[in-house]
């Protein structure tokens, strides 16, 4: 996974691998998860919304299965 930037006041950067449907958050307090079986539709959803922070709290949070990757 090759990691994005972005500017939320939550989120510092996301990535995205095709083939596992894996989403990739890194979150400004220092966290990393990766979310399952997220859709490319998902994921380009994401990245054009206005608020990524609100996007991934209403669509991604409590939709898909994680696992903490750090801290």
């Not at 510092?12 to 307090?29: M, P, S």
């Not at 990766?34 to 939709?63: K, P, T, W």
């Amino acid at each position: 996974m090759e990691w994005q930037e972005v500017e939320s006041s939550s989120l510092k950067a996301i990535a995205y691998d095709k083939e596992t449907e894996t989403l990739g958050i890194k979150f400004n307090n220092g966290g990393i998860y990766h979310y399952f079986d997220v859709s490319m539709e998902v994921y380009q959803e994401l990245l054009n919304a206005e608020s990524l922070g609100r996007y991934f709290l209403y669509n991604i949070r409590e939709c898909y299965g994680y696992r903490k990757v750090k801290r």
